[in-house]
């Protein structure tokens, strides 16, 4: 039997700790300030790659998630982002989508770098989005943003424009292993 990973509402995980299906492990992780979600990446400067695991807890089954780079500035627009959302017949939707413009309907599309290894889960109210990213050589810093929005089928609603969801953006360090949100850089 697999203890439940839901929390009372209010209640706020962090994500040293989280233990991942498998055995799954990551060498960096950090508490996002927006949005109930948490950021569990590991480095591999040799391959230039970035493993990834974002979650977001506090969602229900209508929701999508996304998280991603930007590789030109800080911000939403240029972010190559990777979606995940349940789909009715319970399966995970999970694909890559660049966006474009703040009118964005996040639609399938290749990102101007290579992502492999992608896969999401969803249980308990929380969505997990794997990946592995394939960075520039001798990257040191990213910025990333994440987001979510309602889904409907297979049709992804807007994000909010407002509040939180302006803010879930930030930098990783990925030399130090720290994460800055955006009200700091």
Same mark, same amino acid.
């Given at each position: 039997?697999? @203890?439940?990973?839901? =929390? @009372?509402?209010?209640? !706020?995980?962090?994500?040293? /700790?989280? &233990?991942?299906?498998?055995?799954?492990?990551?060498?960096?992780?950090?508490?996002?300030? $927006?949005?109930?979600?948490?950021? #569990?990446?590991? #480095?591999?400067?040799?391959?230039?790659? =970035? #493993? &990834?695991?974002? !979650?977001?807890?506090?969602?229900?089954?209508? *929701?999508?998630?996304?998280?991603?780079? $930007?590789?030109?500035?800080?911000?939403?627009? /240029?972010?190559?982002?990777?979606?995940?959302?349940?789909? @009715?017949?319970?399966?995970?939707?999970?694909?890559?989508? @660049?966006?474009?413009?703040? /009118?964005?309907?996040?639609?399938?599309?290749?990102?101007?770098? #290579?992502?492999?290894?992608?896969?999401?889960?969803?249980?308990? $109210?929380?969505? &997990?989005? +794997?990946?592995?990213?394939? %960075?520039?050589?001798?990257?040191?810093?990213?910025?990333?943003?994440?987001?979510?929005?309602? &889904?409907?089928?297979? *049709?992804?609603?807007?994000?909010?424009?407002?509040?939180?969801? =302006?803010?879930?953006?930030?930098?990783?360090? %990925?030399?130090?292993?720290?994460?800055?949100?955006?009200? +700091?850089?």
């Amino acid at each position: 039997m697999v @203890p439940s990973l839901a =929390l @009372p509402d209010g209640v !706020r995980s962090s994500c040293s /700790g989280f &233990v991942f299906p498998k055995n799954k492990v990551f060498a960096s992780c950090t508490d996002l300030p $927006n949005l109930d979600s948490f950021l #569990h990446w590991t #480095h591999d400067s040799s391959s230039s790659t =970035l #493993h &990834v695991a974002y !979650r977001h807890s506090q969602v229900g089954s209508s *929701t999508w998630v996304a998280w991603g780079i $930007n590789p030109t500035s800080k911000g939403m627009i /240029g972010t190559q982002a990777i979606v995940a959302y349940p789909k @009715p017949d319970g399966t995970m939707a999970v694909f890559t989508s @660049p966006v474009t413009s703040y /009118g964005t309907q996040l639609q399938e599309g290749n990102l101007s770098f #290579h992502v492999s290894d992608q896969s999401a889960s969803f249980s308990d $109210n929380q969505m &997990v989005i +794997y990946a592995v990213i394939e %960075l520039l050589e001798n990257t040191t810093c990213v910025s990333h943003v994440w987001q979510d929005g309602t &889904v409907s089928g297979s *049709t992804l609603g807007m994000d909010q424009v407002s509040g939180n969801h =302006l803010q879930s953006m930030g930098t990783l360090n %990925l030399s130090s292993g720290q994460a800055t949100d955006s009200s +700091y850089t």
